[in-house]
Every structure is written in structure tokens, then in C-alpha cells.
T-cell receptor
Framework: AQSVAQPEDQVNVAEGNPLTVKCTYS??????LFWYVQYPNRGLQFLLK??????LVKGSYGFEAEFNKSQTSFHLKKPSALVSDSALYFC?????????????FGTGTLLAVQP | NAGVTQTPKFRVLKTGQSMTLLCAQD?????MYWYRQDPGMGLRLIHY???????AKGEVPDGYNVSRLKKQNFLLGLESAAPSQTSVYFC????????????FGPGTRLTVT
């Protein structure tokens, strides 16, 4: 069965500092991995995805994520946080070879960037 | 382009009442999805559609029905609402299947009393 975990309910970081939002996954085959962001009272917005290829994936708004197969992780990173980055972040995974045709979302991590 | 739109934005129902949530997309996407979002549980897939005239069950389909009579519209119905269906409902669409990025609507906040 496929699953995804976001071990931190909330991450606090000062503006200008680097940020990391953690995600680990479990699939039986190769993973398709996604990050989405949700601003208050809005729907989710796609940030980036990993399908295959380079382990470092660059996405929208200066975010990037690193795929680590051995640690089954896909952590979201940004070199310098902005107050406007404060939002709820969701990691999602799909098993590329699995029989289950769906995307599993994590429970979300609230990122709070202090000025 | 409006992207993905949902109506209504808010609704309060009494237990046992019925309602339909409408989702529309103008991106000519084949796939459409209905999710519910509950605190501490992330998003869970209710039903989805791989094209006009098709529907399929997701993770939590019980108590809901869907229809996709037109490619651009995906309707979610609650025949007899229950308090456990209090949630925020999101519609999404994508060009292809679950390997493609999904575009989400703004959500419908439903309260069942």
C-alpha cells in the first residue's frame, strides 16, 4: 500500500532563513511525488513534481525538492523564506506501478514565516 | 481562463437533506476529481472521472454520487446528508491521470447540522 507522511504539523522559520518541509513516502514501485501549497480559504496549487530523472526538482516561487530514494524522502526546500510563503503545504505520492489509481496526500504542514 | 470553479462556496444543510455541488473547468481536461478535506487528515478522494460519461470510486465514496454528463462539468451529489459529511469539498482537474498536476477549485464549505 502506498502512504505518505509529513512528520511536522508546523514549521516556524524567520524571514530570510532557509526552510525545509519534510515528506517521506512508502510505495511498492517507483514513486511519482508532488508538492502542493494551500493559502487560506483557497484551493491547492501545484508547486513541483518528481517523476524521473534529476533528483533535485525546481518548482514555482523559488521552491525546490530533493528526491532521496534510499531514505524514501522528498523534502521541500527554499534558500530564503518570505513572509508570503506562510501557508499549508501538502506532499502527495502515487505508486507508478501500483494497481491503485490514486494520489495519496499527506496531512499537511503549516509553514509560518516570521518577519 | 477561469480555471476550475465551484458552486456554491458555502452551504448549511440539515441532516437528511440533499444537495448537488457543481464543478466546472475550462481547460479541456479529461480527468476530474472530488476530494474532501478534514482537519488533520489531508485530502481524501471521493470519486473521479477519466472522461465524459465515466465515473469511478475513490477512497471514501460512501454517501456520495457523481455524474459527468459534459466534459467540462463534474457534479457531486449528497442524497441524504449526515453530520459526518461536514467538510470542505474540493474539485480538481488534470490533463491526464494521477501522474499529472491537478488544478483545484476554491472549495465548498459544507456544514450538516
Amino acid at each position: 500500500a502506498q502512504s505518505v507522511a509529513q512528520p511536522e504539523d508546523q514549521v516556524n522559520v524567520a524571514e530570510g532563513n532557509p526552510l525545509t518541509v519534510k515528506c517521506t513516502y512508502s510505495v511498492s514501485g517507483n514513486p511519482y511525488l508532488f508538492w502542493y501549497v494551500q493559502y487560506p480559504n483557497r484551493g491547492l496549487q501545484f508547486l513541483l513534481k518528481y517523476i524521473t530523472g534529476d533528483n533535485l526538482v525546481k518548482g514555482s516561487y523559488g521552491f525546490e525538492a530533493e528526491f532521496n530514494k534510499s531514505q524514501t524522502s522528498f523534502h521541500l526546500k527554499k534558500p530564503s523564506a518570505l513572509v508570503s510563503d506562510s501557508a499549508l503545504y501538502f506532499c502527495a505520492v502515487r505508486d507508478a506501478g501500483g494497481a491503485t489509481n490514486k494520489l495519496i496526500f499527506g496531512t499537511g504542514t503549516l509553514l509560518a514565516v516570521q518577519p | 481562463n477561469a480555471g476550475v470553479t465551484q458552486t456554491p462556496k458555502f452551504r448549511v444543510l440539515k441532516t437528511g437533506q440533499s444537495m448537488t455541488l457543481l464543478c466546472a473547468q475550462d481547460m479541456n481536461h479529461e480527468y476530474m476529481y472530488w476530494y474532501r478535506q478534514d482537519p488533520g487528515m489531508g485530502l481524501r478522494l471521493i470519486h473521479y472521472s477519466v472522461g465524459e460519461g465515466t465515473t469511478a470510486k475513490g477512497e471514501v465514496p460512501d454517501g456520495y454520487n457523481v455524474s459527468r454528463l459534459k466534459k467540462q462539468n463534474f457534479l457531486l451529489g449528497l442524497e441524504s446528508a449526515a453530520p459526518s459529511q461536514t467538510s470542505v469539498y474540493f474539485c480538481a482537474s488534470s490533463y491526464g491521470g494521477f501522474s499529472y498536476e491537478q488544478y483545484f477549485g476554491p472549495g465548498t464549505r459544507l456544514t450538516v447540522t
